[in-house]
């Protein structure tokens, strides 16, 4: 039967990277969608996302909501589509026709005015221009209706899109509000459609990245020198910090068991030397924590979390996704391997459920399913409500939510579940049994309590990547097209933070340790966890030093709840991997001792 199931998991998990790598293939004449999309503010830092059609005086939207993919819903896309065809220019094509009255026209002005931003989308790839300039000569709005969309092919494939647009189609709406005439007029938006062949043409794509490569450039070798720096400096503490550890716990060990052949088998209750420190708890040590159950469904979480993040790190830069999809968004990617992952989060959560002595783990399967998806769909709901999305919105995430939970996810994690708990009651024993009466931890001091440990560890995990940080932001949320962002040095940043958290951990739970404190569990998940508040406390900081260019009720509510959603996260993902990584240490060193 556990064939059966692994070769069907298995099974699914082909089929999912087939259908994620195929290549979109069109033949000359096929039909090509080409979607116009959502707008925002280029002054403001946080600016709501909203429909290019409903909020202006533009055209609407000719695409219904449950029409859309899974990535379109959750991103709040709402399309308009403009039908083109492959290899086949056109030219001057009408999108629509509206009529403008005087009103329309002073909305039209306020937002190029306020630097209005829309977006157009095809095969997955992006690209984003100003609804209208200011004409330097005499301050004019004047509002762009119509572009010249040039699509880069490769064989079969679209590879690249850019826009410019001509003197022809643009209106002076300045013009328009000092003419008597306060009939509505007819605004008609333009089209235009060149293909050019980017392997015959080597100057269209110098053309098409050199405004790019000279944008980045500099900011790219700065970075890398950053990064570079905080990998030098963070590799040398960490060697140091790692050689005194080892020294230290080399000490312990040599001098109260002495080395021989038989050392590993020597007794807790032969004390050569009177025992102090962790060696005290050895009767204490695996006593199962409170909210166990929690706490594993935490850890199973963080860790598919972080499968689903290294799998599309890898596969986007190392190049696996297919030439067309180097700027497609990892968003949907994310959801669909995010539900195939729930096999992995039942399997971590149920063996370290099982192994702290807990019965319910069906009980425990189900809030490791749901404790992630529902903060996280919670978040976005209310980011739509908060914009004023429609309520078919919510409507159409809930139903792919509770798709994806009720036939992905729960079936996924129990299979994982029930591996994981056998997995641990048949082949799982702690080296050291427990007692039956809790030992008494003794008063400390302040500084040597558990809250005030945890806040320092993560003091040198944040500094790791604190560089970072700025850059990711700036990409978030700012006008900045985020496939320019050079994702390499994010997942460095990731390992980073990851290798120096574990370390940071680990001494401050050999120190908890020593101080006799055998309540550990919750100590190394929150240690884990502790850079992440740093970070939320910088981005309450970029918050009020942006002040001036984040305004309105509306972005300051998207910006906290954007910050909070992501530190969860990333706290999920940062906890599960000290806490295993201390899980496996307490392991090992009450390994070496026997105690009887």
Not at 21 to 29: H, I, L, M, N, S
Not at 373 to 401: C, D, G, V
Not at 421 to 435: D, Y
Request: hydrophobic share 45%.
């Amino acid at each position: 039967m556990k064939i059966i199931l692994g070769r069907s998991l298995l099974n699914w998990i082909v089929i999912y990277f087939l259908l994620l790598y195929v290549t979109q293939a069109y033949q000359a004449g096929d039909l090509v969608t080409l979607n116009m999309n959502r707008i925002w503010t280029y002054n403001n830092v946080v600016g709501p996302i909203f429909s290019f059609y409903n909020k202006l005086p533009l055209c609407s939207s000719n695409k219904d909501l449950f029409s859309l993919s899974l990535s379109q819903i959750l991103r709040g896309d709402e399309l308009i589509d403009i039908p083109i065809y492959f290899l086949q220019n056109q030219t001057d094509q009408t999108i629509c026709t509206r009529y403008i009255a005087y009103d329309d026209v002073i909305r039209l002005k306020s937002a190029i005015s306020d630097r209005v931003i829309f977006e157009m989308i095809i095969d997955d790839m992006a690209v984003a221009k100003p609804l209208g300039i200011q004409d330097p000569n005499n301050n004019h709005s004047i509002l762009i209706n119509g572009y010249d969309i040039k699509l880069g092919y490769k064989g079969n494939s679209i590879v690249s899109i850019d826009m410019s647009t001509k003197k022809i189609h643009t209106l002076d709406l300045d013009e328009i509000l000092g003419s008597p005439n306060i009939n509505p007029i007819p605004l008609n938006m333009y089209y235009s459609i060149q293909w050019i062949d980017v392997s015959m043409n080597s100057e269209y794509n110098n053309n098409l990245d050199y405004n790019k490569i000279q944008k980045t450039m500099s900011i790219s070798n700065v970075r890398w020198l950053g990064i570079f720096n905080s990998m030098i400096l963070v590799i040398l503490i960490l060697t140091m910090l790692i050689l005194i550890f080892m020294q230290v716990l080399k000490s312990d060990f040599s001098r109260y068991f002495p080395i021989g052949d038989d050392d590993m088998n020597i007794s807790l209750d032969d004390d050569p030397i009177e025992m102090k420190g962790w060696k005290l708890l050895h009767g204490d040590i695996f006593r199962p924590p409170k909210y166990r159950m929690v706490l594993s469904s935490c850890i199973g979480s963080g860790i598919q979390i972080l499968v689903v993040i290294l799998v599309v790190g890898i596969t986007k830069n190392l190049s696996l996704l297919s030439y067309n999809r180097k700027y497609s968004p990892t968003f949907k990617t994310f959801v669909y391997l995010y539900s195939i992952c729930s096999f992995i989060s039942g399997y971590v959560s149920s063996f370290i459920y099982s192994s702290m002595e807990g019965k319910k783990w069906k009980l425990n399967m189900i809030l490791t399913t749901l404790i992630y998806p529902i903060p996280l769909f919670t978040t976005y709901w209310m980011i739509n409500i908060i914009t004023l999305q429609e309520i078919s919105f919510i409507f159409a995430i809930l139903k792919t939510f509770i798709f994806s939970t009720v036939f992905i996810s729960f079936p996924l994690c129990l299979i994982g579940a029930s591996f994981g708990k056998n997995k641990a009651q048949k082949s799982f024993k702690f080296p050291c049994k427990t007692n039956r009466l809790p030992r008494q931890i003794p008063k400390q001091k302040w500084w040597n309590s558990s809250k005030f440990h945890i806040l320092v560890s993560g003091v040198i995990p944040f500094s790791a990547i604190y560089i970072e940080l700025h850059y990711i932001f700036t990409a978030f949320w700012h006008y900045t097209p985020f496939h320019y962002y050079n994702t390499s040095l994010l997942y460095i940043s990731i390992v980073l933070l990851l290798a120096v958290g574990t370390i940071s951990s680990l001494i401050s739970l050999y120190m908890h340790l020593n101080l006799e404190n055998y309540k550990w569990w919750w100590f190394s998940y929150f240690s884990g966890a502790s850079p992440c508040l740093y970070f939320l406390f910088l981005c309450l900081y970029y918050y009020l030093d942006y002040a001036n260019k984040i305004f309105g009720s509306v972005q300051f509510h998207l910006f906290i709840l954007s910050s909070l959603m992501t530190t969860f996260t990333l706290a999920l993902c940062t906890a599960s991997i000290t806490f295993i990584s201390s899980y496996l240490f307490i392991y090992n060193i009450y390994k070496r001792i026997k105690s009887d």
